[in-house]
């Protein structure tokens, strides 16, 4: 059983009780423990079931590369599932669950998943549940959704708040173990801006657990020093419980800082994500231990040497009593001195290396300790916990020797640099055959905007698990002189540790083991994937290590395989015949570990996701009923729903009102560009299908303005406003787009033209005001001349109206007597004001979005969006008549006499009527007879917009038709999507004034 | 996440000041073109493997359009011009020539 233990404990204060709850159990730790520590000072061994087979999984590591004990953490709006016990600090209060079990940890039905694993193999995803299909929707299914996933997914909103942090520096070193602080500590006496993170909450690494001298001082007191060192130094920022995430083009670095994770009822935000500009990079990110692949080496109190050195040190926790040691190199032996010391039972130390290892074996021989050489294990006994080991020669087949009673296996596979950091930006790796393992190449490393490398690697990270401070002085010196800099004239600190005898790869355990012991040997635990399944893949010819990753899920899970990769491709070269270089690495994608979906968003989120744009009448359409409609990043009322209507009911009455009396528009949204120099006219040329060079100034004219590939992009009203100057009106969404248009070709392609172009959408208060009454309400007002004689339909004039400086556009969308008018903003809502006062006596309403598009639909008028899709042309739209031709040139031109454009076979826009009057469906397709190449039916047409008139009483749409124009009368069906057809009858697009009498009056 | 340097406003602009354009240098063929000019013009694109010249506009900046030559493989930024020119200039070609000799790109190099 684990425990706690009397003594020990560095990280940990005995005096501060911290009160837990696991799976509903009351439980206690200490302030300092994790999650994991706790766990296992309570004895639960027990801690997760798995993936695939939902086998009984307890704690295997210490760190972030943990990837069995994995919790769903508190509950409600601070629920969060996947986390790792091994880097959850322990708080007072703390709630966790484990996961992937039911009903209970204990007694987990699914664990029958086992007994079929033979059906589950690698790739069964993609064998078992094909056939029959059947099977798939009632049995399939509902198995793989209900074994699929982890953790359970919030319910709630995240009731945590979260920040983006920007930040900028020369070197950023990523790691503070003892190779970062001394990375740190160069950079920062050459006055550099340093940033130097640690991902836990402690500085040091591994060093104080792993001992040795640095500077003839104690590991631990050397950090301690250098930390007081760097604080002292204005130059050199610290963040602990601060990951290094991810690096990314030309020293952009993501980090990731657990605020209050620790401490939940701490003021503030609870994740920071750092967005870093370094010139610089170091990753001192350390190494992480290897398992052994032995069956049964998922068994819980099987964990890794140095997680048990790490608990037993760190925590004044004992994974096990009786605990056998299993290696193939020397650091192994560490553990087995550290459990001796502490008073713990090691009945063997198996190492797989035919003649053991070198000082750290004799010590343990003289604390009596016995060592078998070129033993290995053949397989763990036990189900939710170890019992014993049987022992075999490693370059057997794995007969049992003899038995070995005991309660837990710490395993020693070797070392694995962290090379995640360096890799994510192009950074090259090296095959190191003397360590056994992927270290940076540093020939090749990532490039920065010079052209030269921005990231250096130091210490273990580096493949230097012996001499790190030495190997990070060198390397932070090299990275001053990058940055610009002269490195101090100290020397590396001196390092004392015992000599080492070299690894001896051991990629399965026993070297020849049987078929049953392969198919019990775990190499990624999260997911399930075996020695067997490899091997597997490899025979069915998944040759590349990115297939048989994909194909067997190794290393695919929340851990992404930190610890299962290296063991994984050594299992497929062998499969394979090859070198492990040759086979190569799967990529390293960032994050490092995964970060909070809250942390990415950062404040972005709520009320502030998105900026709101406000029209100067804002306030007053949202105080009188304003149903909001978005359009582009603006809000506009789509009706102005009075007490006791239905948003409906509003429309209807708007529509009416504006028809019979005078209606009111918002239309300060509109797009509104300035093209201003000599040569206006002809750029605007160039943008507009028809001819804008020969508008006089005081004139209006609707346009039409198409991308280089001949689609319609926007349309508006464009006047002319002096002979070098004109307005140009775009759509609501189009206004921005559109002006940088405008600029792009200025820029790019008539860069010796003189014109320019500014957007003053924002700078006016653009009203509408519409209707037979139109004229009358705006004299009542009084100021400038307003009649048709002075400003006949299409023509623009400046003036007074009331007290206001107003610009007035006779343009109808609506085919009424209408008038656009411009105010300066600032006076937009008086002007409304006065608007309203001055229209009581004749019935004057303001009318939202969607009485707009009615009337323009009653007209026949196209909408972009609506009629628009990005595929189609002015002349599908019967817009020949605004498209010169006169003119050599504009943007489209050439890309509308293409031979599919010119195609007389493209649908054509005609307006539709139902012929029992109700209203088709947006977006309803017309059948047409037979069926194409994919057996569905023909179709020769679609609806583009539909309404209810209430002018006419009855459906009004209109649509794109295969030679529509020429099928006047004709009545095609539209199939619903509930099964009714509606039939619809070709008519004429203009269901309203044909002959436009009542605008122009 | 590049870095960009406008060469308008001088900035170091971040990616998330930028917008991208696509290839720099493209002729436009407008109406009396043949088809198949007109079509390389408005779809046929380099995609290389190393040297590339783009165009950029400074967004979120000065709002100028400007070309960079960079490596699509390494990243490397070997310069950034102006966008009202048909060629790019000498001194970044010399500086490409220098790092990488033999490159081409369309007509360039
Ligand atoms: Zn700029």
């Excluded at chain 1, 061994?45 to 919790?71: I, Q, T």
């Excluded at chain 1, 790190?468 to 060198?474: F, L, Q, T, Y």
Aim: with cysteine.
């Amino acid at each position: 059983m684990s425990l706690r233990l009397r003594d020990g404990g560095r990280l940990i204060d005995r005096s501060a009780r911290m009160a837990f709850q696991f799976d509903g159990r009351s439980l206690t730790g200490f302030a300092g423990d994790t999650l994991a520590s706790a766990l296992l000072a309570n004895d639960k061994m027990l801690v997760g079931r798995s993936f695939k087979y939902h086998r009984p999984r307890g704690v295997v590591a210490s760190g972030a590369e943990e990837p069995n004990a994995l919790v769903n953490l508190a509950q409600g709006g601070t629920f969060e599932p996947n986390q790792r016990a091994t880097t959850t600090e322990l708080f007072d209060g703390l709630t966790a669950t484990s996961q992937n079990h039911w009903p209970s940890l204990e007694h987990d039905i699914g664990a029958v998943n086992s007994s079929l694993a033979r059906f589950l193999p690698a790739g069964f995803y993609y064998k078992t549940f094909i056939h029959p299909r059947p099977f798939w929707k009632h049995i399939y299914e509902p198995f793989i959704r209900q074994s699929a996933g982890l953790g359970k997914a919030p319910k709630d909103r995240d009731a945590d708040r979260y920040e983006h942090f920007y930040y900028f520096c020369d070197l950023v070193v990523i790691g503070g173990g003892v190779a970062g602080l001394q990375a740190a500590r160069v950079a920062g006496e050459a006055g550099a801006k340093v940033l130097l993170l640690e991902q836990s909450a402690h500085w040091g690494g591994r060093a104080p657990v792993d001992g040795g001298e640095i500077d003839g001082r104690p590991a631990e007191a050397w950090v301690t020093d250098t930390l007081a060192v760097l604080e002292a130094m204005p130059n050199v920022t610290l963040r602990s419980r601060c990951m290094g995430a991810g690096v990314y083009d030309h020293g952009y670095l993501l980090a990731y800082e657990r605020l209050t994770d620790h401490a939940p009822q701490a003021d503030g935000p609870r994740h920071r994500l750092w967005r870093i500009r370094t010139q610089q990079i170091i990753t001192a990110t350390g190494a992480i231990e290897r398992p052994l692949s032995f069956a049964g080496n998922d068994i819980p109190g099987v964990m890794l040497a140095s997680a048990v050195r790490d608990y037993v040190v760190n925590y004044g926790v004992a994974p096990g009593q009786r605990t056998v040691v299993v290696t193939n190199n020397d650091d192994g032996y560490r553990t087995a001195i550290c459990l001796k010391q502490a008073g713990l039972d090691v009945p063997r130390i198996l190492d797989a290396r035919e003649t053991g290892g070198g000082a750290l074996m004799e010590e343990a021989r003289a604390l009596g300790i016995r060592i078998d050489c070129g033993r290995a294990v053949g397989k763990v006994q036990g189900g939710k916990r170890v019992k014993s080991v049987q022992v075999c020669a490693q370059k057997g087949s794995g007969s049992a020797l003899e038995e070995v009673a005991c309660d837990a296996v710490a395993m020693s596979g070797g070392w694995s640099p962290v090379v995640h950091l360096w890799s994510h930006c192009g950074g090259k790796l090296v095959w190191d055959d003397v360590q056994a393992h992927f270290r940076p190449d540093a020939d090749r490393p990532p490039l920065g905007r010079s052209g030269q490398g921005f990231v250096a690697v130091a210490g273990a990270a580096n493949g230097a698990l012996t001499g790190a401070v030495a190997d990070a002085d060198a390397m932070a010196r090299g990275v001053v002189q990058a940055i610009g800099l002269k490195p101090g004239k100290g020397i590396a600190p001196a390092e004392t540790q015992p000599e080492e005898l070299p690894i001896e790869p051991v990629w399965l355990m026993p070297a020849q083991a049987k078929t049953e012991l392969k198919a019990k040997a775990w190499l990624d635990y999260q997911n399930d994937v075996k020695v067997s399944d490899v091997q597997l893949a490899a025979r069915e010819g998944f040759e590349s290590v990115e297939h048989t990753k994909r194909y067997t899920t190794l290393g695919m899970a929340t851990d992404q395989g930190k610890l299962s990769n290296i063991n994984g491709l050594a299992i497929l070269s062998d499969a394979l015949g090859q070198p492990i270089p040759q086979t190569g690495t799967t990529t390293f994608r960032p994050p490092y570990t995964p970060i909070s979906m809250g942390a990415i968003a950062g404040e972005a989120r709520g009320d502030i996701f998105q900026p709101v744009r406000e029209t100067p009448m804002y306030g007053w359409n949202d105080s009188n009923g304003a149903d909001w409609e978005p359009v582009g990043h603006w809000r506009r009322p789509y009706a102005y729903v009075r007490s006791g209507e239905t948003v409906h009911d509003a429309v209807m009455r708007e529509v009416t009102n504006t028809r019979e009396n005078v209606g009111l528009l918002d239309a300060s949204t509109l797009g509104k560009l300035i093209v201003k120099g000599p040569d206006a006219g002809k750029f605007l040329d160039m943008l507009y299908t028809n001819m804008m060079s020969t508008l006089k100034p005081g004139r209006c004219r609707y346009g039409l303005m198409c991308t280089e590939n001949g689609f319609l992009t926007d349309d508006g009203v464009v006047a002319r406003i002096d002979e070098d100057t004109f307005l140009c009106h775009t759509t609501t969404g189009g206004a921005d787009r559109i002006h940088a248009h405008m600029e792009e070709w200025l820029q790019t392609e008539w860069w010796d033209w003189q014109v320019y172009v500014a957007n003053v959408t924002e700078q006016y208060a653009q009203i509408g005001v519409v209707g037979p009454k139109a004229r009358a309400v705006l004299e009542t007002l009084g100021g400038m001349d307003l009649s048709a004689e002075a400003l006949p339909f299409m023509a623009w004039a400046d003036g007074k109206i009331g007290a206001f400086d107003a610009r007035a556009y006779r343009v109808s969308f609506s085919g009424e007597l209408s008038y656009e008018i411009a105010v300066p903003a600032s006076r937009g809502q008086a002007f409304w004001d006065a608007l309203l006062e001055a229209g009581k006596a004749h019935g004057i309403m303001p009318y939202g979005t969607e009485a707009l598009h009615i009337m323009r639909a009653e007209k026949g008028f196209i909408m972009i969006g609506d009629e628009t899709d990005g595929t189609v042309i002015p002349q599908d739209l019967g817009l020949n008549w605004a498209i010169s031709k006169k003119k050599d040139d504009y943007l489209g031109k050439r890309a509308q006499e293409r031979v599919h454009m010119t195609d007389p076979d493209r649908w054509k826009l005609v307006g539709l009527e139902t012929v029992d009057g109700s209203v088709l469906p947006d977006g309803a397709y017309a059948v047409a007879e037979g069926t194409n190449a994919n057996g569905q039916r023909n179709m020769q047409g679609r609806v583009t917009s539909t309404y209810h008139s209430p002018t006419l009483g009855k459906g009004i749409a209109m649509g794109l038709v295969k030679h529509g124009p020429d099928r006047m009368g004709e009545v095609l069906e539209f199939p619903g999507t509930d099964g009714t057809v509606f039939k619809a009858k070709i008519v004429d697009p203009v269901f309203y004034d044909k002959d436009g009498d009542k605008q122009n009056v | 996440m590049l870095i960009l340097t406008c060469p308008y406003c001088g900035v170091d602009a971040d990616e998330t000041e930028l917008t991208p354009g696509g290839e720099a240098h493209l002729t436009r063929h407008g109406p009396g073109s043949s088809d198949d000019d007109f079509h390389d013009y408005l779809f046929a694109r380099d995609n290389p493997r190393g040297v590339h010249f783009e165009r950029w506009r400074h967004t979120y900046g000065c709002g100028k359009w400007f070309h960079a030559a960079r490596s699509t493989d390494t990243l490397e930024v070997f310069g950034t011009y102006p966008a009202q020119t048909t060629e790019p200039p000498k001194d970044i070609c010399d500086k490409i020539s220098g790092e990488r000799p033999g490159w081409s790109w369309r007509i360039f190099g």
